[in-house]
């Protein structure tokens, strides 16, 4: 079946400016992740929702961050005023509870 | 705070050998712990899954055990071949309150298997 798909896969945006990157988790899956990797350095956690519970916010590294998801469907991870700090691969996962994570490949974000 | 070590940082093999990656971590009340492989440019594909109660996994060349009182976990991967050249990754996940679970990665061992 389909897997977790990510959408743009390339994104080069000026300083300054909104972006807006898109999840769509594999159907059924309750739980949906977003993590950070930065060019030769491990995942960073940003934010976790879990069904209809209040996310997990605790990764995200400013309120120039935020995220949203309806239901158990598609999720949104917003930056605003982008620095050329947030250039990344901002990767997503989606897993039933407690089962294993499947990830999308991922938005390269570049901030020129 | 948990915390997450992978070592080696980098490993180099011939093909055909069999080599062990380890993974270590700081809090042992885990929920389960998770290996991954990621290729270059890609994201990442779940290799094994163990949950806390577990001891080790197994998926045909690969078999992934868990010590949870030591906090430590192994990948042996068996007869190696070029196509497992990709960075491996560990993470675990913790119960944390309420139902929010999130993983805390490694930051991995680049493998790679020599023709």
């Known amino acids: 079946g389909a897997g977790v798909s990510q959408s743009p896969s390339n994104k080069v945006t000026e300083k300054g400016k909104d972006v807006e990157l898109r999840c769509d988790p594999i159907?059924?899956?309750?739980?949906l992740y977003w993590y950070r990797q930065r060019l030769g350095q491990g995942l960073e956690f940003l934010i976790y929702?879990?069904?209809?519970?209040?996310?997990?916010k605790s990764g995200l590294p400013s309120d120039r961050f935020s995220a949203e998801r309806t239901g158990e469907s598609v999720s949104t991870l917003t930056i605003q005023r982008t620095q050329q700090e947030d250039s990344a691969v901002y990767l997503c996962?989606?897993?039933?509870?407690?089962?294993?994570?499947?990830f999308g490949n991922g938005t390269r974000l570049t901030v020129t | 705070k948990q915390e997450v070590t992978q070592i080696p940082a980098a490993l180099s093999v011939p093909e055909g050998e069999n080599l062990v990656l380890n993974c270590s971590f700081t809090?042992?009340?885990?929920?389960?712990l998770q290996w991954f492989r990621q290729d270059p440019g890609k994201g990442l594909t779940s290799l094994l899954l163990?949950?806390?109660?577990?001891r080790e996994q197994t998926s045909g060349r690969l078999n992934a055990s868990l010590d949870k009182s030591s906090g430590r976990s192994t990948l042996y991967i068996a007869a190696s071949q070029p196509g497992d050249s990709a960075t491996y990754l560990c993470?675990?996940?913790?119960?944390?309150?309420?139902?929010?679970?999130?993983?805390?990665f490694g930051s991995g061992t680049q493998l790679t298997v020599l023709p």
């Open positions: 996962a989606s897993s039933s509870t407690g089962a294993a994570l499947h």
């Open positions: 159907s059924g899956h309750t739980a």
């Open positions: 929702f879990q069904g209809n519970s209040a996310p997990d």
């Open positions: 809090d042992s009340a885990i929920y389960n």
């Open positions: 163990i949950q806390s109660s577990q």
């Open positions: 993470a675990v996940s913790l119960i944390s309150s309420g139902s929010a679970r999130q993983l805390t």
